[in-house]
């Protein structure tokens, strides 16, 4: 297994361009998020979804936007960059079952907006 | 809104003594409490983590104590090592409905040799 994969693994974008972070887990969880971590600090969720076709808000959504068309794929869109979204971007997935609580964490995308 | 907060910021130990690190959570429908080491330019990986039915957990030289009355959990280091030195993040989670995790400030570890 591959676990999570994000891509790409850097990018610099100029503001006002748009872009799409890629995210593929190939361990057949349900639910997926997407984390920022600026510098120094913690992780705050982005988005999040339950299952295939179901995504929802989480702490910081502004300016982001995702969909979930499969269980394997969860990309992060970017519209509009603003040097606020300067940021690491974690994306991590954990399984359905009831039981089971740990979320997996991707490598991370580390993105400049300037 | 939900929040986690986490001390110390930032916290140096001698090799061999052991560290302790501190959270609260508001949300009183927290049931789940992670405890993820981050290293420089790496993601956060789980080191140990702890439901609300259990008060102790301990895994070789980590331990996690959870007071669920008071909304506080710790982690706990024993025995440090330099390999040790990294950020470590708390978090919390529901275990139903939105299985939102809400993840405190980090706290950065030096442990010194």
């Known amino acids: 297994n591959a676990g999570v994969t994000q891509t790409p693994k850097f990018r610099i974008l100029k503001i006002g361009q748009s872009m799409t972070l890629q995210c593929t887990q190939d361990m057949n969880h349900n639910y997926m998020y997407w984390y920022r971590q600026d510098p120094g600090m913690g992780l705050k969720l982005i988005y999040y979804s339950v299952g295939a076709g179901i995504t929802d808000k989480g702490e910081v959504p502004n300016g982001y936007n995702v969909s979930r068309s499969t269980t394997e794929d969860f990309p992060l869109r970017l519209e509009l960059a603003a040097p606020s979204q300067t940021s690491v971007y974690f994306c991590a997935s954990r399984e359905g079952h009831p039981s089971s609580y740990e979320q997996y964490f991707g490598p991370g995308t580390r993105l400049t907006v300037t | 809104g939900e929040n986690v907060e986490q001390h110390p910021s930032t916290l140096s130990v001698q090799e061999g003594d052991s560290a302790v690190i501190k959270c609260t959570y508001s949300?009183?429908?927290?049931?789940?409490f992670p405890w993820y080491k981050q290293e420089l330019g790496k993601r956060p990986q789980l080191i140990i983590d702890?439901?609300?039915?259990?008060g102790e957990k301990k895994d070789q030289r980590i331990a996690v104590t959870l007071n669920k009355t008071a909304k506080h959990f710790s982690l706990h280091i024993t025995e440090t090592q330099p390999e040790d030195s990294a950020v470590y993040f708390c978090a919390a989670a529901p275990t139903s409905g939105t299985y939102k995790y809400i993840f405190g400030t980090g706290t950065r570890l030096k442990v010194l040799a």
């Open positions: 949300d009183s429908a927290s049931n789940y």
């Open positions: 702890i439901r609300s039915n259990v």
